[in-house]
């Protein structure tokens, strides 16, 4: 899995990084044939770990505009969290009842609260490298849960 | 825009895969049955339309990082 270091944000206009570079993101890129809502053009991302930002994540655009969101495992946020995958979701993930995973759910600032996105996370399977934002019809979890507020 | 007059029970086809049926007509709303392929992707509106603007406003969020992180990782 690729890593970064914990500094954030990123500026948009950050210069391109070395072909190195682009070729190890490439190998660990994650393919959203939906792109994510709002940024429908991102259709491939990598998803950024290090042990100075765990548990936190970051997800990267690699192609098409760029985009970059800082997020959490949900489970980690709320016990016994767990949202429904529809058929659709599954299929579209490539995946089957038993494949394992990953949760991300998306971490924003407005106003200085910071919130995690419970109600529509991002869901990879890294099994195919194949993640989407699902969006549940249903309003079980709120879209701004609120982590802290900003000193 | 294609404009169409349904009845109830009466449906409009998209393409041969899509099927957009009016279930029951109220004074305040229509119920509405779709039929899609599971790859296509169908939501009400103002669903998309809320987490489109939450993901925008997530972007590059102002964060210090290492705090939070910090304070995530407390149990």
């Known amino acids: 899995m690729a890593r970064s270091n914990a500094a954030l944000p990123v500026p948009a206009d950050t210069p391109a990084v070395s072909p190195e570079v682009q070729e190890g993101l490439a190998r660990n890129a994650i393919s959203f044939p939906d792109g994510i809502p709002g940024f429908e053009a991102c259709r491939r991302f990598v998803l950024l770990t290090s042990d100075a930002m765990a548990p936190l994540q970051r997800i990267e655009s690699i192609e098409g505009p760029p985009a970059a969101f800082l997020g959490i495992d949900p489970r980690l946020l709320l016990e016994g969290y767990r949202c429904a995958l529809t058929e659709t979701d599954l299929r579209a993930l490539g995946a089957d009842g038993d494949s394992t995973l990953l949760w991300f759910a998306i971490i924003s600032e407005v106003d200085g609260v910071l919130s995690a996105n419970l109600r529509a996370p991002i869901v990879i399977n890294p099994q195919r490298m194949i993640g989407r934002q699902v969006l549940p019809d249903d309003g079980l979890y709120p879209i701004r849960h609120v982590l802290t507020t900003k000193a | ?75």
């Open chain 2, 1 to 75: 825009m294609l404009v169409f007059t349904r009845r109830r029970q009466e449906a409009i086809r998209i393409g041969d895969r899509i099927e957009v049926r009016v279930l029951r007509v109220g004074r305040d709303g229509v119920r509405i049955g779709i039929t899609a392929p599971p790859d296509v992707p169908v939501h009400r509106e103002e669903i998309y339309e809320e987490i489109r603007e939450a993901n925008r406003a997530a972007v590059a969020p102002q964060v210090d990082l290492s705090a939070l992180a910090e304070r995530l990782r407390q149990p």
